[in-house]
């Protein structure tokens, strides 16, 4: 845990993850919960939530020895492996059969985020950049979810080009705030001041926004794409 660092922001990121893992468990619960790719997500996400806040808790993260840094070797690798083995083998059985009103709500997590990273600037735990005073427009595709939920399914009719715009966007908006946080990270900044790099997603309940929180995002996205792009039932 961070020491000195107001309870409130560490209460509102769980939350948050909590949110956007309950999210993800709608849409399975909805569609394609009695299937074996759900029941194996339940089980791996939940032991992945418990694993990673172990690791960081324990200090594992804060060791900088060795590259690639183990955030990502042991944090965010994995989880993209797993979506990556869910798009190969589960696209007919799981992915293609999630809703696609979920996917899109699912994106409104990012809000607290932003507004969890902005809070965690000002306590020199991640850079300015990291935030919406910075480089981080990610808020607007949390902001425009909200939009683009009540306009894109209204009177019965899905907008897919819409839809199709807005998860682009969300992507390119993803990829920048991502980019920018692990340039950001003290393996690749050494020497420079705390509050400069990216400290704050090496900690609980931090560890969770590049193992948990952006990688759901993420397949939410894709997810997305895939149904739309496939004309394929939503």
Do not use: C
């Amino acid at each position: 845990m961070i020491e000195n660092l107001p309870g409130y922001v560490s209460i509102t990121f769980i939350l948050t993850a909590f949110l956007a893992v309950g999210f993800l468990f709608r849409a399975v619960k909805t569609t394609v919960f009695e299937t074996t790719p759900a029941r194996i997500l339940i089980f791996i996400l939940s032991f992945w939530i418990f694993f990673q806040a172990v690791l960081a808790l324990n200090g594992f993260y804060l060791v900088e020895a060795g590259f690639p840094p183990r955030l990502f070797l042991f944090g965010a690798f994995p989880a993209l492996l797993l979506i990556v083995l869910y798009f190969v083998f589960f696209r007919r059985t799981f992915v293609e059969r999630l809703p696609l009103r979920t996917l899109t709500l699912l994106s409104v997590v990012r809000i607290p985020v932003e507004l969890v990273l902005f809070w965690l600037y000002r306590n020199q735990l991640v850079p300015q950049s990291m935030t919406f005073e910075g480089r981080n427009f990610d808020i607007v595709s949390g902001l425009a979810a909200i939009v683009v939920y009540f306009v894109a399914f209204r009177g019965g009719r899905v907008n897919r080009p819409l839809l199709i715009g807005w998860n682009l966007l969300g992507l390119v908006l993803l990829f920048n705030i991502v980019a920018t946080a692990i340039l950001a990270l003290p393996a690749f900044n050494p020497g420079q001041p705390p509050e400069t790099v990216n400290r704050a997603v090496l900690y609980f309940p931090f560890v969770w926004l590049p193992t948990i929180v952006v990688p759901i995002v993420l397949f939410s996205h894709l997810a997305s794409l895939w149904k739309l792009f496939g004309k394929r039932e939503i």
